[in-house]
């Protein structure tokens, strides 16, 4: 830490323990970081650069006051301005933060091979090869490769004593082929990241050469025929539908503002089989969604929304945790400091069955196998994705590739119609992440085992 960063987190401090308000927190983050950026033979961007930023959040007769800043040495300028905005702010429904014990603790990124010593020059010849490997096949139109390193400190502080440190380190790719034939075009899409160093990214010619592959083989696949299928999801697949469809319906806040939803999201309810599990973990090192405390000073924790297929628990920002009576589970959370935490996912995901991969093709003589995701939308507990790509499963086995695979459904109805859960759950996060309430992309994982689908409504021709 700088001079100027410690000084002004002194400053920090002790406004802080005279703040005069109900709840204050103070939040510091500096950093550096490199994106390279190669679309086809063309190098988009390359940039490396610094960032110091900050910001005040306060509490005060039941409204919130937030300032953020780059000058940090004028931090009692910031705190002051958000007091006088909390004095005249007058909310309907006046805020208050579950109570918690100061928590002192600093943590870092302990890479294999740090980003700070890998040259720019480095960096661009391992994404440039991985860009002339999505460019190997002659059906491939154009190419997207991207890297990116972000290597920073972070700060927070609040009015309870807690002081907590983060030194992390973040390093990832994305690739994308986009295949054309006449008027087919088929783009295929992989990224890999998390908190770690530039091991994360080096040696990753398979996954390149996988991108290429699927781009091209997706030419020649026909369009599957829509209606009913048994369908065996794969783990990512999983992972985005348990994420998207029933992730977010688990968020607090979305639950406490949706009468509707807070009847259907009863603590208790029935949502799926026996062994069916559903976990959000912000604890598991290492993934996309790791975070060793919230943004709001709570340490992440293990939490079941659903436990042997009854609904147990949901995620909480302390704020929405002392609305509704709950624990706080540490999902308060912010994709930068200049922004408010509001609840969101960490890594969320469905907990391993019982059954082996294999168990669940052979109880199949006819159904659909799909993999991977491109995208999909939710309303609600409605849900709409489509797959990457798929597979008739005929005797146990996959046999003709298929693609615009749209499944769609009642989210509810879809975790009953679950038959089977393999033993091989899978976790993944990008470069991306997920987006909420103008914040986006926060970094998050997902993942889950495959899974057996019953009955699961596939659009497309007849």
Not at 241 to 270: V, W, Y
Not at 357 to 385: H, K, P, W
Not at 431 to 452: A, E, R, T
Request: net charge negative.
């Amino acid at each position: 830490m700088n001079d100027r960063f410690s000084e002004a987190a002194e400053k920090g401090r002790k406004l802080l323990e005279s703040a005069g308000c109900e709840f204050a927190e103070i939040r510091f983050s500096s950093g550096v970081g490199t994106t390279i950026s190669l679309s086809g033979d063309n190098v988009d961007s390359m940039t490396s650069g610094e960032s110091l930023a900050g910001s005040v959040r306060v509490l005060k007769k039941g409204s919130w006051g937030f300032a953020t800043f780059n000058d940090i040495t004028s931090i009692e300028r910031f705190f002051n301005s958000a007091l006088t905005a909390a004095s005249i702010a007058s909310p309907e429904e006046k805020s208050r933060v579950a109570a918690s014990k100061p928590l002192i603790a600093q943590f870092r990124t302990e890479p294999v091979e740090d980003v700070n010593g890998i040259s720019l020059d480095e960096k661009f010849e391992l994404i440039k090869n991985y860009n002339k490997i999505l460019q190997s096949s002659p059906k491939i139109q154009t190419t997207k490769a991207i890297y990116r390193d972000v290597n920073s400190r972070y700060l927070y502080m609040n009015s309870e004593g807690s002081n907590l440190a983060y030194d992390k380190m973040h390093c990832g790719i994305s690739l994308t082929s986009v295949a054309k034939d006449g008027n087919i075009i088929q783009p295929f899409h992989e990224s890999v990241s998390g908190y770690g160093g530039y091991e994360i990214v080096r040696g990753r010619e398979n996954l390149a050469e996988k991108v290429v592959k699927i781009a091209v083989d997706m030419l020649s696949a026909e369009p599957l025929e829509g209606g009913t299928y048994d369908v065996v999801l794969d783990p990512r697949l999983s992972g985005v539908f348990i994420h998207e469809a029933f992730g977010h319906l688990s968020e607090a806040d979305f639950i406490h503002e949706n009468p509707r939803m807070k009847e259907q999201m009863t603590l208790g309810r029935e949502f799926g089989p026996e062994g069916f599990n559903v976990i959000d973990d912000g604890s598991i090192s290492g993934l996309a969604g790791y975070i060793p405390f919230d943004d709001e000073g709570i340490y992440p924790q293990k939490t079941y929304l659903i436990k042997d297929g009854i609904l147990t628990g949901r995620l909480h920002s302390r704020e929405t945790a002392e609305k509704m009576g709950e624990a706080v589970t540490g999902n308060g959370r912010a994709i930068g400091v200049m922004r408010q935490p509001i609840v969101r996912m960490t890594n969320t995901y469905i907990d391993n069955g019982t059954h082996t991969r294999d168990e669940i093709f052979n109880s199949l003589d006819d159904g659909l196998y799909a993999v991977d995701v491109i995208g999909g939308q939710t309303n609600l507990e409605m849900f709409t994705f489509t797959a990457g790509y798929g597979y008739k499963i005929k005797n146990g086995k996959p046999g003709k590739m298929f693609r615009d695979v749209i499944l769609s459904g009642n989210v509810f109805n879809t975790l009953k119609s679950i038959s089977m859960i393999a033993d091989d759950r899978e976790m993944f996060g990008g470069l991306g992440g997920c987006g909420k309430g103008g914040q986006s992309p926060l970094p998050v994982s997902y993942g889950g085992p495959h899974l057996l689908v019953k009955n699961v409504l596939i659009g497309g021709r007849k």
